[in-house]
């Protein structure tokens, strides 16, 4: 009953992902506390929304299959094969049939959500590069409003004021319309909010609208990942009023709700951060957020001895606080230090266990980096397009507004043992170890976009992911496994799906475009192309449908091991581990908000793809270590695109 809904996401994790669903930024600001006031109640949908369906084991096999078929030479696909056909008719039919008993106990959820979660939070590995993406907003149109204090001020308030729309049940509910002149308008609202909550989605199904899940909202604020022991836990304390400042290394606390939970004067907001930056205190010699770039375990064992030094109350502040905002001291010279930034900083001015960070640099250039266990980009989206929307448009302070008084500013005064001072060194070092292996590259493509792919009648994205098989074939002569996330928020707690990009077409028609385009004509390469942006079309349509199939064998594997079960021969077969070893992890976003976003590479020899179709240019922001070359890659993408384009304009390809 779903359409297809192009929802995509930026990846992270061994197989996850941040859905996104890109949406037109809100109707205009409410007055007062809110950003907007929906007539209809944010959770309006939610309880109606449709269950997150099971495939079919033979389709999931199936699908495999075909995601195997350009990675595996004859005679290891015939083994792959052999490998499903025992486990279709074997030990997958009883998984598969405890995984639907299961789900029909679990009404109030989906089949992968509780999976979902226990992957995030049982990985060790540290958060940063491995999992927490950043997107990065474009700057205040009005210049002058990108002053560090004016915009941090700014997005402080227009965040809270996020928050309490939210809480107050106003926030606009995450509809997809697929006919908006006649879902998204003041009629349809006023008669859908009558409509009980157990039928609205019903409602919103008939005129072709697609409410999302926005169960992992709530975890926009107040909220973070505590390091524990083998699992970690998510924390949220909806009753804290106080925002976490980091500075330098440096962590304050000041409230921004009052006892009434309303906004504190954005003046009085204003004012507090003027004299955070005021503040002339150094780095401190142990900067305590390093901590947060550990591997879990280890920061988990010294969070404990933290707390047996008398820092438990110290360390609630920093968990409760609504969110975190990071003021860096120095302006941004690029892209390329742009990114850097943004993903990993230098280590002390970040707390990266928080759901988010909202950073904001020395010359105003402002993103977000985010924790990913508690949810995908959906939430993280909305609140990104909102608090964009809001400080830009209805800015809470001008440039001009100079603070009158200055409140107190609580600086937190950590008591570090010797063990923890040696945990910090440690961290420091391995930090820095890791980033300094990290390349990013990135690239703009100014010959044509969507509107020019769009006329070919190929998909955007299509092409998009052809010229990375393109330009990994050239660079490493091979086609690889390859990773791009796709949201399934139109269902009830649903998270990601896999869309597998290379394929049997993808590899024909690069093989055709690297190796040999002087034997094809003009038309034949067209053909191709279409080929592949025919099939692109299906498999997005499928994981937005909840039917591909990396979900599926991930939730019956999950079964298997909570049965302490031997895995089932089929996860074993080395055909698995490879194509779950994501050397090309890609992602894409467009929202009149973003201006850049990326991530790490998932595996030590990967690439981490960020990359977006405009209208009439392609961006790509890429990151590698040292087994890769981004640079490299990137001359190569461009290759792929040029080459296209001249296909598609009936030109002859150069060699």
Same mark, same amino acid.
């Given at each position: ?295 879990? =375990?280890?920061? $988990?064992?010294?969070?404990? @001895?933290?707390?047996? &030094? !008398?820092?438990?109350?110290? %360390? *609630? ?45 020395? =010359?105003?250039? $402002?993103?977000?980096?985010? @924790?990913?266990?508690? &949810? !995908?980009?959906?939430?993280? %989206? *909305? ?273």
């Amino acid at each position: 009953m779903v359409p297809r809904l192009l929802l995509r996401a930026w990846p992270r994790g061994p197989a996850a992902g941040l859905g996104v669903a890109c949406r037109p930024l809100s109707a205009g600001p409410g007055p007062g506390p809110y950003l907007q006031r929906s007539i209809v109640p944010t959770m309006h949908y939610q309880d109606s929304l449709p269950r997150l369906p099971i495939p079919k084991l033979e389709d999931t096999m199936k699908r495999y299959l075909s995601a195997q078929k350009p990675l595996l030479d004859d005679s290891h696909f015939r083994k792959t094969e052999q490998f499903c056909k025992s486990f279709e008719n074997g030990i997958g039919k009883e998984l598969h049939k405890q995984l639907v008993a299961k789900d029909k106990q679990n009404k109030h959820t989906s089949y992968i959500s509780g999976p979902w979660f226990d992957m995030y939070l049982t990985a060790r590995d540290p958060i940063v590069l491995n999992y927490n993406p950043f997107i990065v907003f474009h700057p205040d149109p009005k210049s002058e409003y990108n002053d560090q204090l004016t915009r941090a001020t700014n997005m402080t308030v227009s965040a809270l004021r996020f928050l309490k729309t939210l809480r107050a049940g106003l926030l606009e509910p995450e509809v997809f319309h697929l006919n908006p002149a006649k879902s998204d308008t003041d009629t349809f609202k006023r008669l859908i909010r009558f409509v009980p909550s157990s039928l609205s989605w019903y409602g919103a199904y008939l005129v072709n609208a697609y409410p999302l899940d926005m169960s992992q909202y709530f975890r926009l604020f107040n909220s973070t990942r505590l390091p524990k022991p083998r699992r970690d836990e998510l924390f949220t304390d909806e009753q804290a009023r106080h925002l976490l400042v980091l500075r330098k290394g440096n962590l304050y606390v000041f409230d921004v709700l009052d006892q009434e939970g309303n906004i504190v004067s954005p003046s009085e907001i204003q004012a507090r951060l003027q004299s955070i930056l005021s503040d002339h205190s150094p780095v401190p010699e142990f900067p305590l957020a390093y901590l947060t770039s550990e591997n879990r =375990d280890v920061w $988990a064992q010294l969070r404990q @001895e933290l707390v047996a &030094g !008398d820092n438990e109350e110290l %360390l *609630r502040k920093v968990d409760s606080a609504v969110f975190c905002l990071c003021l860096d001291d120095f302006p941004i010279q690029d892209l390329v230090h742009l990114s850097h930034t943004m993903l990993h900083g230098d280590g002390t001015n970040r707390w990266f266990d928080k759901s988010f960070n909202l950073i904001v640099a020395k =010359d105003g250039t $402002a993103a977000v980096n985010f @924790e990913h266990a508690w &949810g !995908d980009g959906v939430a993280v %989206l *909305r609140f990104f397009n909102e608090v964009f929307k809001d400080s830009t448009q209805t800015p809470a302070i001008p440039p001009q507004s100079r603070p009158s008084q200055t409140p107190a500013v609580q600086k937190l005064h950590f008591r570090l043992s010797d063990a923890v001072k040696a945990g910090i060194a440690s961290a420091k070092e391995k930090f820095e170890a890791t980033v300094n292996t990290l390349t990013v590259d990135c690239m703009q493509f100014h010959r044509g976009g969507k509107d020019f792919l769009k006329k070919q009648k190929l998909s955007p994205d299509a092409v998009a992911q052809l010229a990375f098989q393109m330009a990994f074939l050239r660079q490493y002569g091979q086609t690889v496994a390859t990773y791009e996330s796709c949201s399934t928020a139109a269902f009830k707690h649903g998270r990601t799906e896999t869309v597998r990009p290379a394929s049997i077409f993808t590899k024909r028609c690069s093989e055709a475009f690297v190796r040999e385009p002087s034997r094809h004509s003009a038309g034949e390469l067209q053909h191709m192309m279409a080929e592949c942006s025919k099939y692109h079309n299906q498999l997005t349509k499928e994981a937005a449908m909840g039917q591909g199939f990396d979900r599926h064998l991930f939730a019956l594997r999950h079964i298997a091991a909570a049965q302490g079960m031997v895995l089932p021969e089929l996860y074993l077969d080395p055909a698995y581990g490879q194509i779950n070893h994501n050397i090309l992890s890609t992602s894409t976003l467009s929202s009149p908000a973003v201006n850049l976003g990326g991530f790490a590479p998932v595996v030590s020899d990967g690439f981490g793809v960020g990359y977006a179709v405009h209208d009439n240019w392609i961006g790509c922001n890429v990151s590698s270590y040292p087994s890769r070359n981004a640079r490299e890659f990137l001359q190569c993408v461009e290759k792929a695109l040029e080459d296209m384009f001249d296909a598609l304009e009936g030109k002859s390809i150069k060699t």
